[in-house]
T-cell receptor, first 109, second 114 residues
Framework: RKEVEQDPGPFNVPEGATVAFNCTYS??????FFWYRQDCRKEPKLLMSVYSSGNEDGRFTAQLNRASQYISLLIRDSKLSDSATYLCAVSQAGNQFYFGTGTSLTVIP | NAGVMQNPRHLVRRRGQEARLRCSPMKGHSHVYWYRQLPEEGLKFMVY????????ESGMPKERFSAEFPKEGPSILRIQQVVRGDSAAYFC????????????FGPGTRLTVT
């Protein structure tokens, strides 16, 4: 079983739409959770950390559900510039990150 | 504050040659991670290093691949006797404290084996 799983998509949404991605993880001992954004042929860029209480940064909201072992990312009022692949990352204490394979988002004019 | 630096950005090697990929972490970061990404695939962890120590190399192929992070200078990922299957993007990331803290990625080195 993979450590982290994501729906690869693609998600094609119109500008202004709200879109949500989920990411499930298998190890209940996981302690740290992150969302990254990766543009085509570029490096992943940290979008936000995911805290137990949930956190919001502008149009982006991240949440953690430990009981069901998933994290989510909500994007409101989608912009064309939000088109990218969104990767979730999970780590246990002191060791490697496990990345999902990414969810592709295309925002359509 | 310069970000994570990687060089070269593109590297072409013939089968059987050696590839050396370099990574300089962000200022103040002492933890380095190497990942490999094949087209249309996710990031695969290879190795996690601190200065002069390999902490976790569970993702590194047992043969031909090695990594180091010396006291002075960049971290080096070395691939000996490259084969076509080694063609990929290799990303380095750094963090100030290992494990729990965010990792910041360099621009990657795209290795092509001909």
């Amino acid at each position: 079983r993979k450590e982290v799983e994501q729906d690869p998509g693609p998600f094609n949404v119109p500008e202004g739409a709200t879109v949500a991605f989920n990411c499930t993880y298998s190890n209940s001992a996981s302690q740290s959770f992150f969302w990254y954004r990766q543009d085509c042929r570029k490096e992943p860029k940290l979008l936000m950390s995911v805290y137990s209480s949930g956190n919001e940064d502008g149009r982006f909201t991240a949440q953690l559900n430990r009981a069901s072992q998933y994290i989510s990312l909500l994007i409101r009022d989608s912009k064309l510039s939000d088109s990218a692949t969104y990767l979730c990352a999970v780590s246990q204490a002191g060791n490697q990150f496990y990345f999902g394979t990414g969810t592709s988002l295309t925002v359509i004019p | 504050n310069a970000g994570v630096m990687q060089n070269p950005r593109h590297l072409v090697r013939r089968r059987g040659q050696e590839a050396r990929l370099r990574c300089s972490p962000m200022k103040g970061h002492s933890h380095v991670y190497w990942y490999r990404q094949l087209p249309e695939e996710g990031l695969k962890f290879m190795v996690y290093l601190q200065k002069e120590n390999i902490i976790d190399e569970s993702g590194m192929p047992k043969e031909r691949f090695s990594a180091e992070f010396p006291k002075e200078g960049p971290s080096i990922l070395r691939i000996q006797q490259v084969v076509r299957g080694d063609s990929a993007a290799y990303f380095c990331a750094s963090s100030p404290i290992g494990g729990r803290f965010e990792q910041y990625f360099g621009p990657g080195t795209r290795l092509t084996v001909t």
